[in-house]
């Protein structure tokens, strides 16, 4: 079945130590999104791909990077984690086509720890 | 700009009743999405519902149906026969006509009584 596949589902990292977070899809969809969701609360776009090119959400921090070497696959990059960043991220794509509904698909999402 | 609006934090219901989860958003445009994602507790992110702003026509998908009121700007998501598994987070999303990334409400979480 065609999916959105996060790895890992759970990651601990240190305060501080870098963390990369991983996405990949096999629905061959052009967009790809990162979210940040914290407890109950909605999900907060950070950033996202459309193809190659790369949008940045204005307020995204600094500390929140991204990569997509390919229409596969995308990476969540944390330099410098603090406790704020605990949080579950979400991975979700979608078509990228304007005028239809263009659901998005999600993935299981990674829970991220700082210590 | 655009802003969905969830007024219910919390709701509960009995099992094998009808439970409506309210969902009002704000726009000026006249062509736009509106979905349903369901969160269960620690489990992903699954759509339930959505409905295309120039139909008139209320989406329905089994025992989950909206009632669409394009006038008032209302989305409300009508669950019949609530069932265990139905226990989530629900959150109402909008997508412009022009754009493809969503706009979400807060979150309602549903609680389901045995």
């Known amino acids: 079945d065609a999916m959105v596949i996060q790895n890992p589902r759970y990651q601990v990292t240190q305060f501080g130590k870098p963390v990369t977070l991983s996405c990949s899809q096999t629905?061959?969809?052009?967009?790809m999104y990162w979210y940040q969701q914290k407890s109950s609360q909605a999900p907060k776009l950070l950033f996202h791909?459309?193809?190659?090119?790369?949008?940045n959400e204005a307020d995204t921090p600094d500390n929140f990077q991204s990569r997509r070497p390919n229409t596969s696959f995308c990476f969540l990059d944390i330099r410098s984690p603090g406790l704020g960043d605990a949080a579950m991220y979400l991975c979700?794509?979608?078509?990228?086509?304007?005028?239809?509904?263009?659901?998005?698909?999600f993935g299981p999402g990674t829970r991220l720890t700082v210590l | 700009a655009q802003t969905v609006t969830q007024s219910q934090p919390e709701m509960s219901v009995q099992e094998a009743e009808t439970v409506t989860l309210s969902c009002t958003y704000d726009?000026?445009?006249?062509?736009?999405?509106l979905f349903w994602y369901k969160q269960p507790p620690s489990r992903q992110m699954i759509l339930v519902i959505r409905?295309?702003?120039?139909k008139q026509q209320n989406a329905t998908e089994n025992r989950f149906s909206v009632n669409f009121q394009k006038a008032a700007k209302s989305f409300s998501l009508k669950i019949s026969d609530s069932q265990l598994g139905d226990a989530a987070m629900y959150f109402c999303?909008?997508?412009?006509?022009?754009?493809?990334?969503?706009?979400w409400g807060a979150g309602t979480k549903l609680i389901i009584k045995p």
């Open positions: 979700a794509t979608s078509r990228g086509r304007r005028g239809s509904t263009d659901t998005q698909y």
């Open positions: 629905l061959n969809h052009n967009v």
């Open positions: 791909y459309y193809d190659k090119d790369f949008n």
């Open positions: 726009t000026s445009e006249s062509d736009y999405y």
């Open positions: 409905q295309e702003a120039y």
């Open positions: 999303a909008y997508k412009r006509d022009s754009n493809y990334q969503l706009i």
